[in-house]
């Protein structure tokens, strides 16, 4: 049975798309054949994190609309075999977004697919909730940040009580945290709110934790999700979080700020 | 700063604040999440009929909606003005 999983945050620019795509792909590297379904119409982006955007032909308001197939419009990724994009729509008619539709194009896609990644866009309006409306469990995104998290705990009310979940009267939306761009050096200092401060406000279980890296800047700017590069802290955070979301323990790592060595400090690296 | 504190390290604090703040509005807005649209204008309309007799301000009324298993109870209290008496 295909599971939905929306990934979203509320406020803006707190790593949604980053991590939606390093998700999925991550989901489709353990051999998991994935989805990711871009929700921000009119600001399409998860085609260029993903590095696809010149292979979009069709997009979700398309094949809402019955100009396309699903088929058509969903772009196979170049690296990972089990990795389907399906592009967010740049017309300007917020109302493209049909509840109907969008529950037609993610009843298709379960027939097909193991995991479906919802990318929502920021805010809490007509493409937010649809995108959280139909999940299964959310990834809520959050910065060690005072507005991001006020945002996240807007969020969780939303999926509480406004997915489709909570109106069936069912299994409540399974929450999991995802704190990204966290700074371990600027919590030792008492600057940044720490993992547990933010795990004690919101009061959910926690997927993951991104330490801030250059490799996401990087890896945006190649269009690679960060999950695929080498070396890098942000990858192996992102494959950590993946791992424990199919259930397995993995120790949280990163959390410290790291040791330099005497070699490295004469050196100012 | 005396030189001990060089060798002492101490939170700049600036996190702690955040996370009091935070505790606050979320543990109010949490609050306010769960009770019914309508209270606002109830709110209001009451305070209208109040007014009618009584000259009072606007947060001289307290909404409060309670939940428990059996029963919902919407709880209402006014503070009347003291010189009124």
Do not use: W
Not at chain 1, 136 to 142: E, F, I, K, N, Y
Request: glycine fraction near 6%; charged fraction near 30%; charge should be negative.
């Amino acid at each position: 049975m295909a599971e939905i999983i929306v990934v979203t945050s509320g406020k803006g620019g707190v790593g949604k798309t980053t991590s939606s795509a390093s998700f999925a792909a991550g989901l489709a590297m353990r051999g998991h054949k994935t989805a990711v379904i871009d929700f921000d119409v009119g600001l399409r982006n998860l085609d260029l994190v993903l590095g696809c955007e010149r292979r979009v032909v069709y997009d979700l308001v398309n094949v809402i609309q019955d100009e396309a197939k699903l088929h058509q419009a969903l772009i196979r990724d170049k690296r990972l075999e089990n990795l389907y994009i399906l592009p967010a729509s740049q017309t300007r008619d917020k109302d493209a977004l049909t509840p109907e539709g969008v529950e037609r194009v993610l009843n298709e896609l379960k027939e097909e697919f193991d995991y479906i990644v919802c990318d929502s866009p920021a805010g809490i309006e007509r493409g937010a909730f649809l995108a959280l409306y139909h999940a299964d469990q959310a990834v809520v995104v959050v910065n060690p940040e005072v507005s991001s998290v006020r945002d996240s705990d807007r969020i969780l009310g939303i999926l509480a009580s406004k997915s489709k979940r909570a109106e069936e009267n069912a299994e409540p939306v399974k929450e999991h945290l995802l704190l990204t761009r966290y700074c371990p050096e600027k919590v030792e200092k008492g600057d940044m709110l720490s993992v547990d401060d933010v795990l004690e406000i919101l009061g959910i279980p926690l997927l993951g934790v991104i330490p801030e890296s250059e490799a996401v800047l990087q890896s945006s700017n190649a269009g690679v999700p960060v999950i695929l590069q080498e070396n890098s802290q942000a990858a192996e955070a992102y494959k950590d979080a993946v791992a424990r979301y199919l259930g397995e323990e993995r120790e949280m790592r990163f959390l410290q700020p790291e040791k330099k060595g005497l070699f490295k400090r004469l050196l100012g690296g | 700063m005396g030189l001990l504190d060089l060798f002492r390290k101490k939170p700049s604090g600036s996190a702690q604040t955040a996370k009091e703040r935070l505790r606050i509005i979320v543990a109010q807005e949490r609050a306010q999440r769960n009770t019914p649209d309508y209270l606002p204008v109830l709110k209001r309309e009451i305070l209208e009929v109040i007014r009618r007799y009584v000259q009072v301000d606007s947060d001289a009324i307290q909404i409060n909606v309670e939940k428990d298993e059996q029963q919902e109870v919407l709880e209402l209290s006014i503070s009347l003005p003291t010189d009124e008496r």
